[in-house]
């Protein structure tokens, strides 16, 4: 979810843009993660290379590049990149975007569109069929990202006419990357090695949230005109959000139900993960 330093950055009370503006990949080789489909020879590359878009939906929890790789794809296809929040969005939008994608391909550059909807199983069936005459007839290439399993979410026409690739969470070498990054960009400060190993692990594979908690850590030493951060400066600021857990939210629930989906699966080894995951996170042990 990164891109490579190429331009200079100012120091963290310098910065005129977020912190995931700067670092977001232009190329497709600057993406940190996801090489399991992006990779030489893997699905979503050889889509890029091409030259042909298809409608897709790309299925993955929080930070892991879901927007990151729709916009590439415009990108790579020379497309008018329209985006849709189905959390905020309606039919309205829908067909704003019809429209828009009408004028660009009637227009004299004649020029593709994609459209891409975040939280796409946040819409209702109604407001997902009214994607299918137009992904049908080619008018725009269809990009859905969501973070539940569209074979439940998505209505069956709609996934009957869009590839689904799965999106993991960002491994612990991919946020160290984005980290070394951040810190080449002279965005933060250094760190302390057991300080960045703590930081990736209050992450949890979600870059988002690893950019998001850079820059308050910048901003936090650069008023304290820190040279370093340490690993307990990182508990200081950080405190009890060090630990990714809702009590009675839907982290827990998906937490429980990871517990039980093991113990029925058999696997003792992620019963134990999921079960001291929860007591750490403050569940009471009965």
Not at 65 to 75: C, F, N, S, V
Not at 107 to 130: I, P, W
Not at 239 to 253: T, V, W
Not at 266 to 276: E, G, H, M, N, Q
């Amino acid at each position: 979810m990164t891109r490579k330093p190429t331009d200079p950055v100012a120091s963290p009370l310098g910065l005129h843009q977020p912190l995931a503006e700067v670092l977001r990949p232009r190329t497709l080789a600057e993406v940190v993660g996801q090489q399991h489909v992006l990779g030489p020879g893997m699905p979503l590359r050889l889509a890029f290379e091409s030259g042909r878009p298809h409608s897709c939906i790309l299925w993955g929890p929080p930070g892991v590049g879901k927007t990151t790789i729709a916009r590439l794809m415009a990108d790579a296809f020379d497309a008018q990149f329209i985006s849709i929040s189905a959390v905020l969005g309606g039919v309205k939008d829908i067909r704003d975007a019809v429209e828009r994608a009408q004028a660009a391909r009637d227009g004299l550059m004649q020029q593709r569109t994609l459209v891409f909807v975040d939280e796409v199983h946040r819409f209702n069936k109604s407001q997902q069929d009214a994607f299918l005459p137009h992904v049908e007839s080619g008018l725009f290439t269809f990009i859905g990202a969501t973070t539940e399993n569209p074979s439940f979410e998505v209505n069956s026409a709609l996934l009957s006419r869009a590839a689904v690739y799965v999106l993991q969470p960002l491994s612990a070498d991919d946020l160290k990357q984005i980290v070394a990054l951040a810190q080449s960009h002279q965005a933060v400060p250094a760190m302390e090695s057991i300080a960045i190993d703590r930081l990736v692990a209050y992450a949890d594979g979600d870059a988002r949230k690893l950019l998001n908690t850079l820059e308050t850590l910048a901003m936090a030493a650069t008023q304290e005109k820190l040279e370093e951060i340490t690993d307990a400066w990182l508990l200081k600021v950080l405190g009890e959000r060090m630990r990714r857990y809702d009590k009675g939210g839907e982290q827990f629930y998906d937490t429980i139900s990871a517990l039980h989906k093991s113990v029925r699966g058999s696997d003792p080894d992620a019963a134990l993960y999921w079960l001291v995951r929860m007591l750490d996170g403050g569940a009471d042990p009965r």
